[in-house]
Structure formats: structure tokens, C-alpha cells
Nanobody, 119 residues
Framework: QVQLVESGGGLVQAGGSLTLSCAASRSRFSINSMGWYRQVPGQQRELVALVKEGHSTNYADSVKGRFTISRDDAKNTVYLQMNNLKPEDTAVYYC?????????????WGQGSQVTVSS
């Protein structure tokens, strides 16, 4: 089992910054990718940013140039630095982890962190 503990959400004014963190506790799992998704009530969960095992990254077009995802393998932690936040970034942000164990890839989710951007 992989447990994900998120921190760093909150309320910020438009143009401000926030950093989300997600620490993965694992036993006998090899982490493949870690990332962040977000969801607004009534809408589907969408990918925000993803960092793979080789540290290659993917970003949603809406956050490119404003958000930066990074990964500290020694700490099994992924970070999402969010700059120049906009009201449309308001959502619950979920940490995601895909991890291998015995040749099987498992997917795990964090508890969700509310990010609210006021105009």
C-alpha cells in the first residue's frame, strides 16, 4: 500500500503563489510517476502536471509557464509550485501516484487539497 499525504492548499489572491506537497509512504513499491490532478464540482478530474520516473514532465496547457512540478526521490515527495494563480485555478487538487509491485502497476490518490483563488 502507498499512502499519500498532501499539504499546502489554501486561499490566495489572483496573481499569488502556492506550493502543494505530497509525500508518499511506501513499502516494497517502486514509484513510477507522481502528479497532480484537480477537480471542480460537477466536472471531471483533470491532469494538471505529471513527473515520471526519469523526471520528464507533462503539463496541462492551461498551467504551462505558471506551474512547476518537481520530485524529490530521496523523500518520495512531489511538489507543485503554482505562480500567477487565476480564479479559474480554484479546485480541489489531488496528488496521484503510480507504483510498481511484483510487476503490477497500482494507482493511488491523496485526500485532496482545496485551492481557492480570489479575484
Amino acid at each position: 500500500q502507498v499512502q499519500l499525504v498532501e499539504s499546502g492548499g489554501g486561499l490566495v489572491q489572483a496573481g499569488g503563489s502556492l506550493t502543494l506537497s505530497c509525500a508518499a509512504s511506501r513499502s516494497r513499491f517502486s514509484i513510477n510517476s507522481m502528479g497532480w490532478y484537480r477537480q471542480v464540482p460537477g466536472q471531471q478530474r483533470e491532469l494538471v502536471a505529471l513527473v515520471k520516473e526519469g523526471h520528464s514532465t507533462n503539463y496541462a496547457d492551461s498551467v504551462k509557464g505558471r506551474f512547476t512540478i518537481s520530485r524529490d526521490d530521496a523523500k518520495n515527495t512531489v511538489y507543485l509550485q503554482m505562480n500567477n494563480l487565476k480564479p479559474e485555478d480554484t479546485a480541489v487538487y489531488y496528488c496521484n501516484c503510480n507504483a510498481w509491485r511484483a510487476g503490477v502497476l497500482y494507482e493511488y490518490w491523496g485526500q485532496g487539497s482545496q485551492v481557492t483563488v480570489s479575484s
